[in-house]
C-alpha cells in the first residue's frame, strides 16, 4: 500500500491511499489522473500489471470508476478509483490493459458516458432505442415508459442495418474516432500487448471481402454469440464479437433483491455452474456481514461446487466435439451429466437453478441417498473420463485441428484478463483455490493442472485434467466431511452494516468475482459480477485475424463461454 | 365389420391426405437448434441427450430455420434479440410451430422488471404452447410437444369437419 503511493508520488500524480475494511487498498485519483496513474502503477516494480476488472459504482454525485489491478508477483491487489461526472468523457485505458476494450464499452453505455480514444466505442449491450445509464438510477424507475420506448425501435431490419454499417465502416479510413477502426490487435506495434496479424497469403489485390454473419442463432455459438467476419476467401481478415442479445440486467436487478434472493439471480447469469456464482455472493456478503461460516457449510460448498465443475466442464466437452465434428463425444458425456445432476437435484432440489448456497452456509444438509450416489458416480467416472480423453483428445483428426490453433502466449493471456483454464493453458500457474483458498479448499488435496503451449489443446488438456482433480476433490470432501450444523444463525433480513468487499472463486471458466456494496439496507448498494466468460470472448476476439473460418469455431469453443454470463 | 375398416372413413385404405400429412407432421416435429439462455440446455441438449432421447418421438434439431418445423424459444428474449427471433420465425416454412419454454419466454420471468427485457415472446411470435418452469425439465418440453402433437392432430380434424359440413 505505502509502495503504491510512493509510486503514485514520483509519477506526480494526487492521490490518496487508504486500506478499506473487507476490500482492502484503495486508491482514488482524479479522472484526469486515472491513465498517468495506471501506466505508473503497471511499469513501476510493484507491477501491478493485470487488470481483474474494470466497472464503475454510481455514488448518486458521480460515477466511481474502479480498476482493479493485481500483482502476481508479489500478490497484491489494488482498487484505483477515479470519479468522473454524469456524462462526462471517459477515456479508455485500452492501451494501458488491453483487458479494458469489452468492460469499458460497457460501463460507458450503462452509465451514459461518453467513450473517448477507444477503438470501438459502439454500444456493448443494447440496441439504440434501448436508453444508456440503465445502472445510473438507484432504482428501476419508469420501467415500463423506458420499455415502450425500446419496444417502438425495435426494427426488423435492423441486423441489415448493422452489417451494412459495419461494411461502411470497415471501408472508412482507419483512425477516425467515429467509425470503427481495426481493432488494436491488427496494428502491429499499437498496443504494447497486441497480437500480430498472420499475413494473408491469399489475398489479390483489389478483390472483395465477404462479411459474414455468424449468430446470434448458429449451431456452433453456443448461445447467442454473434461473430461478423470479414473473410478474404477463408480466411478471416477482421472479426467482432457483437454481445448483448441475452442482457438481461442482473447486476441492476440484484439492487432490488434481498441478500437472500440475489442467488436467485446469480444462478441465471452462469447458468452451467451456479454454484459458484451464489458462492462468490455469499462470501463477498459474509465478509461485509463478519459472518462466520462452520466448517461442515464450508465442506459442503467445496463438494457442491466441484460436482458442478465437473457438471459445466462435461458441458463444455460433448459441445466442444460437436463443434470439431465428433457427435458421439457429446452422448457420452451427456451420460455423465444426467448422472451429476441427479445427485445435485437430490441435495439441493433443482437441476439447475440451485439456490442452495446462503449468506452463512447452505441451504440444507446432504441427504443420506446423495452420498451413496456421489460414490457410484465417482466409480463410473473414474472410467468414464479416461473413455472420453482416449475418444475426443486421442483423436488424430481432433488433434490436427486444435493443436497450434488459436495460441496465447502468457503476456497475452495476462494482458487479455484471461483467468481459470484458458490462462494455465498459457503457462501461467495461477488458481484460486489455492492461492486464494476459500470455503474448505486449503484443507484439500489437489494439483493445479497448466500446460504451456497456449492453443486449443492445451486448453482442453487443462479442463480434462481438472475434471479428474475435482473427483479426488470430491471423495475426499464425503470421506472428511465434518460434523456440525450446516448453516450459521443468520438473521431472516441481512442487513449487513455499510462496506464494500470483494470476493471471487474459481468457477469453471476462471476468476468470478462478486464486489458487493452495502448501504447498510436489505438490499445491496451495487453487485458487480466479474465475468471470466467476457474477459476470454474478448481475448478469443482479438485472436480472429489470420484464422480459417473452422478454426474461429474451434477456438470459440475452447473459450467455454457462458452467454448468460458474458451479456449479464 | 371387417370391410368397414378397410373402406371407413378413417381406413388405411381412404385416409385423406391432410389426415396423412397431418401423421407425418405429428411424428416428426424438428424443431430449430435455437438456444437462448438457461433453458437451452434443458429443453435442447439433455432433451435430446441419451436418457430423454427426443428422437423416439420423432423430434429431431435442425440447424438452420429452413429445414425446422418448431421453434423451442428457450430463454429470455430481449429488444435486441427480438428482431432475429422474428426473422428466424419467417424463415421457418409452414406450417410452423412455437413453443414458449421457461418462464422468461412465457411473461419474462424473473427479469420482467428490467426494461431492456421482452415480456413474453408472444409479443412479436404467435405461441402454440406455453411450458412454464424455470428452467422446465427435459420431461416438461416432452410433455410440450406431446401436447403441440394432439394440438395438430385436433386441428386437422377441425378442418375436415369443417369440410365435411361443406359437404365436400
Same mark, same amino acid.
Given at each position: 500500500m505505502t509502495a503504491a503511493k510512493g509510486v503514485l508520488q514520483r509519477a506526480a500524480v494526487a492521490a490518496s491511499v487508504e486500506t478499506v475494511e473487507s476490500l482492502g487498498a484503495v486508491c482514488r485519483v482524479s479522472a484526469a489522473d486515472a491513465r498517468k496513474a495506471l501506466v505508473a502503477l503497471r511499469d513501476?516494480?510493484?507491477?501491478?500489471?493485470?487488470?481483474v476488472d474494470y466497472f464503475g459504482i454510481d455514488t448518486g454525485e458521480a460515477v466511481d470508476i474502479v480498476y482493479h489491478l493485481r500483482s502476481f508477483a508479489r500478490d497484491e491487489e489494488l482498487f484505483v478509483k477515479a470519479a468522473h461526472d454524469y456524462g462526462s468523457v471517459l477515456t479508455s485505458v485500452w492501451d494501458i490493459f488491453p483487458a479494458a476494450l469489452m468492460p469499458e464499452r460497457e460501463t460507458a453505455e450503462l452509465f451514459g458516458l461518453t467513450l473517448a480514444g477507444h477503438p470501438n466505442p459502439k454500444r456493448l449491450?443494447?440496441?439504440?432505442?434501448c436508453p444508456a445509464?440503465?445502472?445510473?438510477?438507484?432504482e428501476v424507475r419508469g420501467a415500463d415508459e423506458v420499455r415502450n420506448r425500446a419496444a417502438q425501435h425495435v426494427d426488423p431490419t435492423a441486423l441489415d442495418r448493422t452489417v451494412s454499417s459495419l461494411a461502411e465502416s470497415v471501408a472508412q479510413e482507419p483512425g477516425s474516432a467515429s467509425g470503427k477502426t481495426p481493432?488494436?490487435?491488427?496494428?502491429?506495434?499499437?498496443?504494447?500487448?497486441g497480437l500480430v496479424r498472420i499475413p494473408s497469403g491469399v489475398d489479390v489485390e483489389n478483390s472483395e471481402h465477404l462479411i459474414l454473419n455468424m449468430g446470434?442463432? /448458429?449451431?456452433?455459438?453456443?448461445?447467442v454469440l454473434r461473430l461478423i467476419l470479414e473473410l478474404d476467401g477463408e480466411e478471416i481478415v477482421s472479426g467482432e464479437a457483437v454481445i448483448?442479445?441475452? /442482457? %438481461?440486467?442482473i447486476e441492476k436487478l440484484a439492487e432490488s433483491r434481498r441478500y437472500s434472493a440475489v442467488a436467485t439471480l446469480l444462478d441465471r447469469a452462469d447458468y452451467v455452474s451456479g454454484i459458484h456464482s451464489e458462492l462468490a455472493f455469499a462470501l463477498a456478503t459474509e465478509k461485509i456481514a463478519g459472518i462466520e461460516v462452520p466448517r461442515r457449510a464450508s465442506y459442503l460448498r467445496c463438494l457442491l461446487g466441484e460436482l458442478n465443475r465437473i457438471a459445466s466442464h462435461i458441458t463444455w466437452y460433448g459441445p466442444m466435439g460437436l463443434d470439431s465434428g465428433a457427435m458421439g463425444q457429446f452422448l457420452y458425456t451427456f451420460r455423465d451429466r444426467e448422472a451429476l445432476l441427479d445427485i445435485l437435484e437430490d441435495i439441493?432440489?433443482?437441476?439447475?437453478?440451485?439456490?442452495?448456497? %446462503?449468506?452463512?452456509?447452505?441451504l440444507n444438509d446432504i441427504t443420506t441417498t446423495a452420498e451413496a450416489k456421489i460414490r457410484t458416480f465417482l466409480d463410473d467416472f473414474a472410467i468414464h473420463v479416461e473413455e472420453n480423453a482416449e475418444l475426443l483428445m486421442g483423436n488424430e483428426i481432433f488433434q490436427a485441428r486444435t493443436q497450434g490453433v488459436g495460441v496465447f502466449d502468457r503476456k497475452q493471456a495476462l494482458g487479455f484478463g484471461l483467468t481459470g483454464a484458458c490462462l494455465r493453458g498459457s503457462g501461467v500457474d495461477w488458481d484460486i483455490r489455492r492461492d %486464494?483458498?476459500?470455503?474448505?479448499y486449503s484443507e484439500l488435496e489437489f494439483d493445479v493442472p497448466v500446460a504451456e503451449q497456449g492453443d486449443v489443446y492445451a486448453r482442453c488438456q487443462v479442463r480434462l485434467e481438472e475434471m479428474r482433480q475435482s473427483a479426488r476433490m470430491i471423495r475426499q470432501c464425503i470421506d472428511g466431511l465434518?460434523?456440525?450444523? /450446516?448453516?450459521?444463525?443468520?438473521?431472516?433480513v441481512l442487513r449487513p452494516p455499510v462496506g464494500e468487499s470483494y470476493a471471487a472463486v474459481e468457477s469453471p471458466r476462471g476468476e468470478l468475482g462478486v464486489h458487493l456494496v452495502a448501504d447498510?439496507?436489505?438490499?445491496?448498494y451495487r453487485m458487480r459480477y466479474r465475468p471470466p466468460a467476457l474477459y476470454a470472448l474478448q481475448a478469443g476476439e482479438a485472436l480472429?485475424?489470420?484464422?480459417?473460418i473452422a478454426d474461429a469455431v474451434v477456438l470459440m469453443g475452447s473459450m467455454d463461454l457462458i452467454l448468460g454470463e458474458v451479456d449479464r | 365389420m371387417a370391410l368397414d375398416k378397410l373402406?371407413?372413413? /378413417?381406413s388405411a385404405l381412404f385416409i385423406r391426405s391432410e389426415q396423412l400429412f397431418d401423421v407425418a407432421r405429428r411424428k416428426s416435429l424438428w424443431y430449430m437448434a435455437f438456444g437462448i439462455a438457461c433453458c437451452a440446455i434443458e429443453g435442447l441438449m439433455h432433451a435430446s441427450?441419451? %436418457?430423454?432421447?427426443f428422437d423416439r418421438m420423432g423430434v429431431f434439431f435442425r440447424a438452420s430455420p429452413r429445414q425446422a418445423?418448431?421453434?423451442?424459444?428457450?430463454g429470455t428474449v430481449n429488444w435486441k434479440m427480438a428482431p432475429t427471433v422474428r426473422r428466424l420465425y419467417d424463415e421457418m416454412p409452414e406450417p410452423k410451430w412455437v413453443v414458449a419454454m421457461g418462464a422468461c419466454a412465457c411473461?419474462?420471468?424473473?427479469?420482467?422488471?428490467?426494461?431492456?427485457?421482452?415480456?413474453?415472446?408472444d409479443k412479436i411470435v404467435p405461441v402454440d404452447v406455453y411450458i412454464p418452469g424455470c428452467p422446465p425439465r427435459p420431461e416438461s418440453v416432452q410433455y410440450g410437444f406431446i401436447v403441440l402433437m394432439d394440438k395438430i392432430k385436433a386441428k386437422t380434424e377441425e378442418r375436415l369437419a369443417a369440410a365435411r359440413h361443406d359437404g365436400r
Open positions: 513501476s516494480d510493484i507491477s501491478l500489471g493485470f487488470l449491450l443494447t440496441t439504440d432505442g445509464y440503465l445502472l445510473k438510477s438507484l481493432l488494436p490487435v491488427a496494428e502491429p506495434g499499437a498496443a504494447p500487448l446470434p442463432q /448458429h449451431p456452433s455459438t453456443h448461445g448483448g442479445y441475452l /442482457h %438481461r440486467g439441493t432440489g433443482q437441476r439447475m437453478m440451485f439456490n442452495y448456497v %446462503r449468506p452463512g452456509g447452505v %486464494r483458498p476459500y470455503a474448505a465434518p460434523e456440525g450444523e /450446516h448453516t450459521a444463525k443468520v438473521a431472516k447498510g439496507t436489505d438490499l445491496p480472429l485475424p489470420g484464422l480459417l | 373402406t371407413g372413413e /378413417h441427450g441419451p %436418457r430423454f432421447d418445423d418448431v421453434m423451442i424459444v428457450a411473461t419474462g420471468g424473473p427479469f420482467r422488471e428490467y426494461p431492456n427485457v421482452m415480456m413474453g415472446v
